[in-house]
Structures are given as structure tokens and as C-alpha cells.
């Protein structure tokens, strides 16, 4: 259950704390040295002062309560949930953690406890080692999926995806999910591989990056909620191309984001590599994603894709595009596929792009 207004501005500010934490952290050197060991042993103090004054609101306060965490355990999950906030990895060392929290070759010693087999956090399950090292020092930790999504439940504002999903009144607006979705999984692409290749992205939202996943999960089930309440789903026009082509759910994501670029941007499509990165959550998910793209795979071996000026052949170098009777099949206008557009419509489509404030208002045009 979302945490009342008063409660949520408790975490808030437990979160502004986690954050500062995140910032010490990165002025310590990767050998766990710290910049200036006074100064930063002063901030740590402050925060965790900061910290008790405030008190723990929702599942971290339920957490230090069942599991009676000492400050210094307090202290090690914040780190680690602003951690998971800035990188999808969402990992840490024992060094990294006690070099910042104790900046003394005493203090990184006598806090090793805290992240032993034996400790409270291990045992409570809020934290887990991910990488088992030579010692607490050089083992790798991360948040738990559990506590983390308990967190994200707490910051999510009541009302926020609480009304029932409804059926889709036509795939137009099916369509207008799946754009939001592939913005989403742009914006996570751009998390996991450190690349922003579009700074012009709809439906763009400020948020922490690690949020990101949680958000493409849970806005894939109210698709899905949704195209279950709708009759006639099977005949909305991907979800007919995708059936009769055998299309993974990657693959049609790749279709309606080269559709979005080209009826929003008036742009002809996106680099290969960015496309199978959207679709990929880690750098084993990308290498193994390249396969959409050969030529025996659905999208290709079907004729739903075009890839303009491969280097030497290789189909990731090269950029992606959709054919136009394929844009009209997506738009339901399957006749287009037999009359192409002529020039003056072409004219006329592109002069109303650059009137568009914004896509929302396309994808209610399309349906007037």
C-alpha cells in the first residue's frame, strides 16, 4: 500500500540522505581512500544524525524494526538503494561501502561485520552478496529486488496506475502504449550502456535510473491488462503482423520504435546497434539480441525491416528502417501497401509533423 503524503515526505528527504551518501562514496579513491578522511567522517556522522532524527517511514522502517539493524546497517542500506538508483547493476565492494562509512584502516576493519555471512543484513535479506571475493572487502553486494520494489511501493504516489486497467477503444491507442514503452526502454538502454544517442525522446520523465526497469515491468503489465479486456485485440494490426510473422515481443518493440522515429520525428529510423540495445538489459542480453537483425531472422526474412549502408555487410553497423507498406500496415491503412504516398501528400504529412506540439495530440488525430 502507496505511503500517505507525510510519510512520503519522511522518505523523501531519507532519500535526499541516500543520495548524499551516493556523493561521499564517489570522492572516495578506488583503493577505499578518502579525499579528505576528517572531513568525510564528519559528513557521515551528520547524515546518520540526519538519519535517526528523521526515522525510517514504510518498508525500510518495518525492516530496522523486525530485523533491529544497528545505525552502521541503516547506513549500508542507503549506499546501496542510491546505488541502485544510479546504475542498473546496482553494485558496490566491501571496500567501496566501508572505505566511505569508516575512513580508517581501523573503521574499514572493525565495520567488516556489518556485510559478514552472519550479519543482520545478510540474514534479513535486504542485502545480497553478488560477487563473492576474497573477503568481505573485495565481494561485490547489492540491495534486494524485494526491499527495493517495497521502496519503489512507498514512493509511488496513490493513484498512480491505481484505477483498473481499461480496454483499448482502437490501436491507435494500443500503439500510443507500445511509443511510451520503447521510450522507457530507450531511456533504459541509455542507463545500461552509458549512451544517450537522442536527446528528443517522447514521453521522456525524470527519474532515477534505476527506477527505469521497474517502470518498463510494470506499465508491460497494464499493456497486457489492457489487450486482455480488449475483444478486438487480435485484429489490431501488430499484433496481426506479429502473428503471422512469428514476431518475439523484441521484435515488434524494433518495429514501433522505427515507427515512432519516422511519424513523430520525421526521421527514416535508428542505428541497428541502438535498436537491439533498447531490447537488451545487460551487455550477455545485447550480444545474444544481435540475432534479431541476421538475415534469416523474422524481421528481416519477412521484409519488415530495412538496413541502410551495413560496413562490410555486418548488419549491426548499419542503420534500421521500415519499409512503407510496413509503416501503413501498423497504421492500419493496409491499401497503402498497393497505392504508395505521392509526393504532395508526403509534402503535406511532413508540414504538419513540424506543426505537432506534441505526440500526444498525433496519435488523437489519428484517430479522428
Not at 522518505?11 to 570522492?27: A, H, T, V
Not at 497486457?224 to 518493440?253: G, W
Amino acid at each position: 500500500m502507496a505511503l500517505g503524503l507525510k510519510e512520503r515526505e519522511r522518505l523523501k528527504r531519507i532519500l535526499d540522505l541516500s543520495d548524499r551518501l551516493g556523493s561521499l562514496r564517489r570522492r572516495v579513491g578506488d583503493d577505499g581512500t578518502p579525499v579528505d578522511r576528517k572531513t568525510l567522517l564528519e559528513e557521515v556522522r551528520s547524515i546518520a544524525g540526519s538519519v535517526v532524527t528523521i526515522g525510517l517511514p514504510g518498508a525500510l522502517g518495518r525492516l530496522e524494526t523486525e530485523s533491529r539493524f544497528e545505525p552502521r546497517d541503516v547506513m549500508v542500506l542507503l549506499m546501496l538503494l542510491n546505488r541502485r538508483f544510479e546504475s542498473a547493476e546496482g553494485t558496490l565492494s566491501g571496500r567501496e561501502i566501508l572505505g566511505t562509512l569508516f575512513p580508517s584502516t581501523y573503521g574499514v576493519l572493525a565495520g567488516a561485520s556489518a556485510l559478514g555471512p552472519d550479519s543482520a543484513l545478510l540474514a534479513s535479506g535486504a542485502v545480497e552478496p553478488v560477487v563473492e571475493g576474497q573477503g568481505v572487502l573485495e565481494s561485490r553486494f547489492r540491495l534486494s529486488d524485494t526491499l527495493f520494489e517495497a521502496i519503489e511501493t512507498d514512493v509511488t504516489p496513490a493513484g498512480a496506475f491505481s484505477t483498473p486497467a481499461r480496454a483499448y477503444a482502437s490501436h491507435y491507442e494500443h500503439l500510443a502504449d507500445l511509443a511510451r514503452l520503447t521510450g522507457f526502454l530507450l531511456r533504459r538502454a541509455n542507463a545500461a550502456f552509458d549512451v544517450d544517442p537522442y536527446g528528443n525522446r517522447i514521453y521522456e520523465e525524470a527519474e532515477p535510473a534505476g527506477l527505469i526497469d521497474r517502470r518498463v515491468v510494470a506499465f508491460s503489465r497494464r499493456i497486457a491488462e489492457r489487450l486482455e479486456l480488449t475483444e478486438a485485440a487480435e485484429s489490431f494490426p501488430i499484433i496481426r503482423l506479429a502473428r503471422e510473422a512469428r514476431l518475439t515481443r523484441e521484435e515488434q518493440l524494433i518495429l514501433v520504435a522505427l515507427l515512432v522515429q519516422e511519424c513523430y520525428y520525421g526521421s527514416p529510423g535508428l542505428e541497428a546497434v541502438e535498436c537491439v540495445k533498447m531490447v537488451s538489459k545487460s551487455p550477455e542480453e545485447l550480444l545474444g539480441n544481435r540475432v534479431l537483425l541476421i538475415e534469416s531472422g523474422a524481421l528481416r526474412r519477412a521484409g519488415l525491416v530495412e538496413i541502410l549502408d551495413p560496413v562490410d555487410g555486418k548488419e549491426i553497423t548499419g542503420d534500421l528502417t521500415l519499409p512503407r507498406w510496413v509503416s501503413a500496415m501498423l497504421l492500419g491503412d493496409d491499401a497503402s501497401r498497393r497505392d504508395p504516398i505521392d509526393a504532395d501528400s508526403r509534402i503535406e504529412f511532413h508540414e504538419y509533423l513540424k506543426e505537432l506540439e506534441d505526440s500526444d495530440r498525433f496519435f488523437r488525430d489519428l484517430e479522428s
